[in-house]
């Protein structure tokens, strides 16, 4: 068990520091334009490539983690993370700016490995709690790089601040490497040789599995809506629409993310413990997503900021609650093939949102003059409710159910239940 619980923390730290890496730009960009004197356009250029690797990382990671070890993908992953984000604080020549942080994107391509590696270790009756966990710890990282990260810039400045969490990246390699066994409970005997052959026998099977499609596009219609709204157009929303100052619409932000905090456990515990079952806790989450976001809409801004706040954590929490559980079903349908298939669902949402973007943009100022985000949140509410149609159909995975796609080898003894004291 201690085991087991350490592999969750590492897994956790390292999604954590992720996070932050991903997201810290935002806090320092003004410094960095200053003392590296670079534009506008080349600070956004920077911040889209590390994100455009990030996502194009997603499916890769998860063949790593399935054909060389979720353990090794993740040390290696952590080391480049590091690396990268050291030496962005070294240099002020774009190129080199550039292509550090194209390497960090990369690097922060840790959930898929981590999940995988949480497979290995938690049975399927615990493995929601721990994937929520993890899940949930990503909004530590986004604390940290909002107030945390200034607060240590003020004192310490923005280079100094940014290479004591490179530093820190580093230091995770030790629990991974002398701290987390090379063998796990859950782990097969043999893992496939890593061939050409292999990986798309694996891909093949995933993606000519109604399975993987059903929950896989709710996930990119209800999560995606949820990552266009929260990373670009939900600020100008509460600006423009409802009254926000910049200050206070980022404050909701900030509690969406303690929202999301608290969803992983609770929707963990719900999965496992009380319903024993996914499927109808997803109709639920997504039943949520749709009611609150579509209340948001119909209203155009005309709510009581109080009530406005509280649809926006009731969406988060959802949203958030959601996405734990698709990434539960995908584990429960490919037992043998975790790593890729929801490194193939996770290429689908990051994609679509940024299509969303585009779109969303493109539709303001249509319709009502009074309401110039009414028709381009009714082009997000019908995503959302799309979304929950797909929901409908999905078939329940817990319990064995996930047999009827691949035959999962018996489980090993030792595998963690949060429950137990194995």
Not at 32 to 40: A, C, G, L, V
Not at 169 to 178: E, Q
Not at 216 to 231: D, N, R
Not at 278 to 295: E, N, Q, Y
Request: proline share 5%; charged share 10%.
């Amino acid at each position: 068990m201690k085991k087991c619980l350490l592999v969750l923390l590492v897994c956790c730290g390292i999604y954590i520091l992720s996070m932050f890496h991903r997201t810290s730009l935002a806090v320092l960009s003004m410094d960095i334009m200053r003392d590296f004197h670079f534009s506008q356009a080349s600070l956004g250029l920077i911040s889209g490539l590390t994100l455009f690797a990030y996502g194009l990382m997603q499916l890769p990671s998860g063949i790593l983690a399935d054909h060389i070890g979720a353990k090794r993908t993740l040390a290696v992953l952590t080391l480049l993370t590091g690396v990268s984000a050291f030496l962005f604080t070294c240099t002020d020549i774009l190129p080199l700016s550039l292509g550090s942080r194209f390497c960090m994107g990369i690097g922060i391509a840790v959930a898929v490995p981590g999940y995988a590696l949480l497979a290995q270790w938690y049975s399927p009756e615990s493995y929601a709690r721990a994937a929520g966990i993890m899940t949930a710890s990503g909004a530590v990282g986004i604390v940290l790089s909002g107030p945390v990260l200034a607060l240590l810039r003020d004192g310490l400045g923005w280079t100094l601040s940014l290479q004591l969490f490179a530093v820190l990246t580093l230091v995770m390699l030790l629990p991974i490497l002398f701290g987390i066994p090379s063998r796990a409970p859950l782990q097969r005997e043999e893992r496939p040789r890593p061939s050409l052959r292999s990986i798309y026998d694996d891909l093949a099977a995933i993606l000519s599995s109604s399975r993987f499609w059903l929950v896989s596009m709710w996930g990119m219609l209800t999560i995606g809506t949820f990552f266009t709204m929260s990373a670009l157009w939900w600020v100008p929303y509460l600006v423009d629409c409802a009254g926000f100052s910049v200050m206070s619409a980022s404050y909701v932000l900030f509690c969406a993310a303690l929202t999301q905090l608290a969803a992983g456990p609770i929707i963990g515990w719900l999965s496992d413990v009380i319903f024993k079952g996914r499927r109808t806790l997803l109709i639920m989450a997504g039943s949520v997503c749709l009611l609150s976001f579509g209340a948001i809409t119909l209203t155009t801004g005309s709510l009581p900021q109080w009530l406005l706040i509280s649809l926006c954590m009731i969406w988060a929490f959802a949203a958030s609650s959601g996405g734990i559980l698709y990434v539960t079903i995908l584990r429960e349908n490919f037992p043998t093939r975790v790593g890729t298939a929801i490194g193939c669902s996770n290429l689908l949402y990051p994609v679509w949102s940024a299509v969303q973007q585009s779109i969303f943009g493109s539709l303001i100022g249509f319709g009502p003059e009074h309401s110039p985000y009414l028709v381009p949140m009714l082009f997000l509410t019908a995503n959302v409710a799309l979304g929950l149609l797909f929901a409908l159909f999905v078939r329940e995975s817990w319990g064995g159910a996930s047999l009827a796609v691949e035959h999962r080898p018996e489980a090993v003894p030792g595998g963690a239940s949060l429950t137990t004291d194995n």
